[in-house]
C-alpha cells in the first residue's frame, strides 16, 4: 500500500471514477518518471463499497479524503495514510458535490436528488444537519477560507431558468435570502483565498461568472467567455489564476483548460486538451495542475509552462471528478505568482512594441510623402526656371524694340501732340474693351477646369460601373453555390436524425444493465433538455416527461436497471412528441 503523502512530498489527487466504482490515487511525484507507478486504487471493504463515486474533497492538513457516492447518497471516508476507506456516511439523496472547511471539522455535500445539502460532523462522522430547500439540482460546492459561509449552484434543471449561486451561513446552517444570478446551468465553483471572490463555471452559457462576496452579485465585466461546457474549475492558492475546465464541443470548440488572470478578470492561456476533460484541481503550491478527463485519464499539467507533466494517467472509466481533489505537499516550488506576473510584464511589453511599430510605420509614410512633396517641388522650380528664361529672353527683345521706338518716337514727335487728343479717346475705349476681355478670358479658363473635372468623373464612373458588374456576376454564381450547399447540408441531416433515431430504439430495446441505464438516461437527458429549451414546462408532455425522468433517475440509483430503461424511455419518447419529432416504435 502507498505511504501517507506527506512523508513522500508530493501530491496525491483522489479521482472517482463513476464508471467503475472506484478511486484511483495519483502520486504526483511519479507522474511522468519512466517505469514509476503512478497510479493505485483505494482499498474498499466490501461492506463500504463505492457507488458512482463523484465529487472529491481533501481536507487542508491531507489526512482524510471525502468521496460522494451518487448511487447510494453517501459520503465515503479515506484515510490518506493507508488510502483505505474508513467509513459511510449516509447524506442526502443523489449527491454530487462535496467540500471541506479550512479547519477539516465540516463536510458539506450538495444533493442533487431532494435539493438539501448535508452537513457531516468529521470527528463523529455523523451528518449534523441537513438544510432544505437549497435548489432544484444542487451541483457544485464550496467554502470560504475563514468557514463562515458555504456557496452552492443550483443547476436548476427541473425549473428550466436561469442558474443560480444560493449562499448558506455555517455558523447556524442556514439558508440566506439572498442568491446570485450566473450563467446557464452552473457546476463548479471556487472561492479565493482571501474570500472576497467567487468563481463559477456555466456550462450551459460557456462563461465564468465572478462573484463580488461583500454584496453578493456579479461584478461590472465578471462574466468571461471560456468555451463550450465549462464544468470543474480551481483557484489557485494565491488567488491569481483560476483554472476551468471545458469539455468542448467538436472540432470548432475542442475541449481543454482555461487559465484567468484575476486582477484583471482576462484570459491567460486556453491550454488545449483532447481528453473531454471535467474536473480541474490544483496542488497545494500552485505548480502543477490536475485534469479529470471523461476518457479514463487523468492529465497533469505544469502551472509554469501548460505543458503535460508525462503522457495522462490512466485511471477508471469516467472518471467524473469534481472538487479540491488534490491533497499532500507541493511537487514544485510554488510559481503561479511569479509566471503570473511575468505574464503580466510581457503582455506590457508587447503592448509597448506593438505601439511602437505603429509609431515606426506613421514615421515611415510621414517620410514617404516629405519625399514625394520635395521631388515634385524640384520639378515646380525647374518648370520655374524655364519660364523665368523665357520671360529675360523676351525682356531683352523688349528692350531693343522700346530703344527703336524712342528714336521713332523722337522723329514722330511733332505727330504726337496732334495725336494726343485721339490717342485719350482711344485709350478711354482701349481700357473698356481690356477690362471685358479679361472677364472673358477668366470665364473661358473657369469654364476648362469645369470640363476637364467633369470628364475625370465620367472616366472614374466608367471604371466603376465595370467593377460592379464583375461583382454583380461572382455574387450571383455564390449564391448558386450556397444553394446547392444548403440542399446537400439538409440531406445530410436529415440522415443522420434517421440514424439517431435507429440507435435510440436499439438503446431501448437492448437487455438493461448499468451501462444501458446510464446510456439510457442520457439519450432521454439530451431529448428532454431540447424540449424544455424549445418547447417550455407549462407543456404537459413535457412535465410528464421531466416525471418519468425523475422515476428512472431514482431506479438507477436503487439499481432497477429495467423498470430505469422504461422510464427513461418514455421521457424520451414523450420529449420527442412535444418536439414534433417522429417517435419511437411503441414496445417495452
Given at each position: 500500500?502507498?505511504?501517507a503523502?506527506?512523508?513522500?512530498g508530493?501530491?496525491?489527487?483522489y479521482i472517482?471514477?463513476?464508471?467503475?466504482?472506484?478511486?484511483?490515487v495519483?502520486d504526483?511525484?511519479?507522474?511522468?518518471?519512466p517505469?514509476?507507478?503512478?497510479v493505485?486504487?483505494?482499498?474498499v471493504d466490501?461492506?463500504?463499497?463505492?457507488?458512482?463515486?463523484?465529487?472529491?474533497?481533501?481536507?487542508?492538513?491531507?489526512t482524510?479524503?471525502?468521496?460522494?457516492n451518487?448511487?447510494?447518497s453517501?459520503?465515503?471516508?479515506?484515510?490518506?495514510?493507508?488510502?483505505?476507506?474508513?467509513?459511510?456516511?449516509?447524506?442526502?439523496?443523489?449527491?454530487?458535490?462535496?467540500?471541506v472547511?479550512?479547519?477539516g471539522?465540516r463536510?458539506?455535500?450538495?444533493n442533487?436528488?431532494?435539493?438539501?445539502?448535508?452537513?457531516?460532523?468529521?470527528?463523529?462522522?455523523s451528518?449534523?444537519?441537513?438544510?432544505?430547500?437549497?435548489g432544484?439540482?444542487?451541483?457544485?460546492?464550496?467554502?470560504?477560507?475563514?468557514?463562515?459561509?458555504?456557496?452552492v449552484?443550483?443547476?436548476?434543471?427541473?425549473?428550466?431558468?436561469?442558474?443560480?449561486?444560493?449562499?448558506?451561513?455555517a455558523?447556524?446552517n442556514?439558508?440566506?435570502?439572498?442568491?446570485?444570478?450566473?450563467?446557464?446551468?452552473p457546476?463548479?465553483i471556487?472561492?479565493s483565498?482571501?474570500g472576497?471572490?467567487?468563481?463559477?463555471?456555466?456550462?450551459?452559457?460557456?462563461?465564468?461568472?465572478?462573484?463580488?462576496?461583500?454584496?453578493?452579485?456579479?461584478?461590472?465585466?465578471?462574466?468571461?467567455?471560456?468555451g463550450?461546457s465549462?464544468t470543474?474549475i480551481?483557484?489557485?492558492?494565491?488567488?491569481?489564476?483560476?483554472?476551468?475546465?471545458?469539455?468542448?464541443?467538436?472540432?470548432s470548440?475542442?475541449?481543454?483548460?482555461?487559465?484567468i488572470?484575476?486582477?484583471?478578470?482576462?484570459?491567460?492561456?486556453?491550454?488545449?486538451?483532447a481528453?473531454?476533460?471535467?474536473?480541474?484541481?490544483?496542488d497545494?503550491?500552485?505548480?502543477?495542475?490536475f485534469?479529470g478527463?471523461?476518457?479514463?485519464?487523468?492529465?497533469?499539467?505544469?502551472?509554469?509552462?501548460?505543458?503535460?507533466?508525462?503522457?495522462?494517467?490512466?485511471?477508471?472509466?469516467?472518471?467524473?471528478v469534481?472538487?479540491?481533489?488534490?491533497?499532500g505537499?507541493?511537487?514544485?516550488?510554488?510559481?503561479d505568482?511569479?509566471l503570473?506576473?511575468?505574464?503580466q510584464q510581457?503582455d506590457?511589453?508587447?503592448?509597448t512594441v506593438?505601439?511602437?511599430?505603429?509609431?515606426v510605420?506613421?514615421?515611415g509614410?510621414?517620410v514617404t510623402?516629405?519625399?514625394?512633396?520635395?521631388?515634385?517641388?524640384r520639378?515646380?522650380?525647374?518648370?520655374?526656371?524655364?519660364q523665368?528664361?523665357?520671360?529675360l529672353?523676351?525682356?531683352?527683345?523688349?528692350?531693343?524694340t522700346?530703344?527703336?521706338?524712342?528714336a521713332t518716337?523722337?522723329?514722330l514727335g511733332?505727330?504726337?501732340?496732334?495725336?494726343?487728343?485721339?490717342?485719350?479717346?482711344?485709350?478711354?475705349?482701349?481700357?473698356?474693351?481690356?477690362?471685358?476681355?479679361t472677364?472673358?478670358?477668366?470665364?473661358i479658363?473657369?469654364?476648362?477646369?469645369?470640363?476637364?473635372?467633369?470628364?475625370?468623373?465620367?472616366?472614374?464612373?466608367?471604371?466603376?460601373?465595370?467593377?460592379?458588374?464583375?461583382?454583380?456576376?461572382?455574387?450571383?454564381?455564390?449564391?448558386?453555390?450556397l444553394?446547392?450547399?444548403?440542399?446537400?447540408?439538409?440531406?445530410t441531416?436529415?440522415?443522420?436524425?434517421?440514424?439517431l433515431?435507429?440507435?435510440?430504439?436499439?438503446?431501448?430495446?437492448?437487455?438493461?444493465?448499468?451501462?444501458?441505464?446510464?446510456?439510457?438516461?442520457?439519450?432521454s437527458?439530451?431529448?428532454?433538455?431540447?424540449?424544455?429549451?424549445?418547447?417550455g414546462v407549462?407543456?404537459?408532455?413535457?412535465?410528464?416527461?421531466?416525471?418519468?425522468y425523475?422515476?428512472?433517475?431514482?431506479?438507477?440509483?436503487?439499481?432497477?436497471?429495467?423498470?430505469a430503461?422504461?422510464h427513461?424511455?418514455?421521457?424520451?419518447?414523450?420529449?420527442?412528441?412535444?418536439?414534433g419529432?417522429?417517435?419511437?416504435?411503441s414496445r417495452?
Open positions: 500500500m502507498t505511504a503523502p506527506a512523508a513522500i508530493a501530491p496525491f489527487a472517482s471514477n463513476s464508471g467503475s466504482n472506484s478511486v484511483s495519483i504526483g511525484a511519479k507522474v511522468g518518471v517505469g514509476a507507478t503512478a493505485t486504487n483505494v482499498t466490501s461492506s463500504m463499497p463505492f457507488n458512482m463515486p463523484w465529487g472529491v474533497a481533501v481536507n487542508a492538513t491531507s482524510r479524503s471525502y468521496v460522494t451518487y448511487g447510494d453517501s459520503v465515503s471516508v479515506i484515510d490518506t495514510a493507508t488510502n483505505r476507506v474508513v467509513a459511510k456516511v449516509h447524506v442526502g439523496y443523489l449527491p454530487i458535490g462535496i467540500a472547511n479550512a479547519a471539522t463536510a458539506y455535500t450538495a442533487s436528488g431532494d435539493g438539501t445539502v448535508s452537513v457531516i460532523d468529521t470527528a463523529t462522522l451528518v449534523v444537519a441537513t438544510i432544505p430547500s437549497v432544484d439540482f444542487p451541483y457544485g460546492i464550496a467554502v470560504n477560507p475563514a468557514g463562515t459561509y458555504v456557496y449552484t443550483d443547476w436548476a434543471f427541473i425549473s428550466s431558468r436561469t442558474g443560480l449561486v444560493k449562499v448558506i451561513d455558523s447556524s442556514t439558508l440566506l435570502s439572498r442568491t446570485v444570478p450566473v450563467g446557464n446551468s457546476t463548479g471556487g472561492v483565498p482571501s472576497g471572490r467567487v468563481y463559477v463555471a456555466n456550462t450551459g452559457s460557456g462563461n465564468v461568472s465572478v462573484i463580488d462576496t461583500a454584496t453578493n452579485s456579479v461584478v461590472s465585466g465578471g462574466t468571461l467567455l471560456v463550450t465549462p470543474g480551481a483557484v489557485s492558492p494565491s488567488g491569481l489564476v483560476v483554472y476551468v475546465a471545458r469539455q468542448g464541443g467538436g472540432v470548440s475542442p475541449g481543454g483548460v482555461s487559465s488572470w484575476t486582477p484583471t478578470n482576462t484570459i491567460l492561456a486556453n491550454v488545449p486538451i481528453n473531454s476533460p471535467f474536473g480541474v484541481a490544483t497545494p503550491a500552485g505548480a502543477r495542475f485534469v478527463n471523461q476518457d479514463g485519464t487523468v492529465s497533469v499539467m505544469d502551472a509554469s509552462t501548460n505543458a503535460a507533466v508525462g503522457t495522462p494517467v490512466t485511471v477508471g472509466n469516467t472518471p467524473l469534481l472538487g479540491a481533489f488534490v491533497g505537499t507541493p511537487s514544485a516550488p510554488p510559481c505568482d511569479q503570473a506576473s511575468l505574464r510581457l506590457a511589453a508587447n503592448a506593438a505601439s511602437l511599430q505603429d509609431q510605420t506613421r514615421l509614410n510621414q510623402q516629405l519625399g514625394n512633396q520635395i521631388t515634385q517641388l520639378a515646380d522650380k525647374a518648370a520655374l526656371q524655364t523665368l528664361d523665357s520671360a529672353s523676351r525682356l531683352t527683345a523688349a528692350n531693343d522700346i530703344a527703336s521706338l524712342n518716337i523722337t522723329n511733332s505727330q504726337i501732340t496732334q495725336l494726343r487728343a485721339e490717342k485719350a479717346a482711344l485709350q478711354a475705349q482701349l481700357d473698356a474693351t481690356q477690362s471685358r476681355l472677364a472673358a478670358n477668366n470665364t479658363a473657369s469654364l476648362n477646369s469645369t470640363i476637364t473635372n467633369l470628364g475625370n468623373q465620367v472616366t472614374q464612373l466608367t471604371a466603376d460601373k465595370a467593377s460592379l458588374q464583375v461583382q454583380l456576376a461572382s455574387l450571383q454564381n455564390e449564391y448558386a453555390q444553394k446547392s450547399d444548403l440542399a446537400a447540408a439538409n440531406a441531416i436529415a440522415a443522420q436524425n434517421q440514424a433515431t435507429s440507435f435510440v430504439n436499439h438503446l431501448f430495446g437492448a437487455k438493461a444493465d448499468v451501462y444501458v441505464a446510464t446510456a439510457a438516461r442520457d439519450a437527458y439530451q431529448a428532454l433538455s431540447q424540449a424544455v429549451t424549445r418547447v407549462a407543456n404537459a408532455r413535457v412535465r410528464e416527461a421531466q416525471r418519468e425523475r422515476d428512472g433517475l431514482n431506479d438507477l440509483a436503487a439499481g432497477h436497471y429495467q423498470r430503461v422504461v427513461f424511455r418514455q421521457s424520451y419518447l414523450l420529449a420527442e412528441q412535444s418536439l419529432h417522429q417517435t419511437l416504435s417495452r
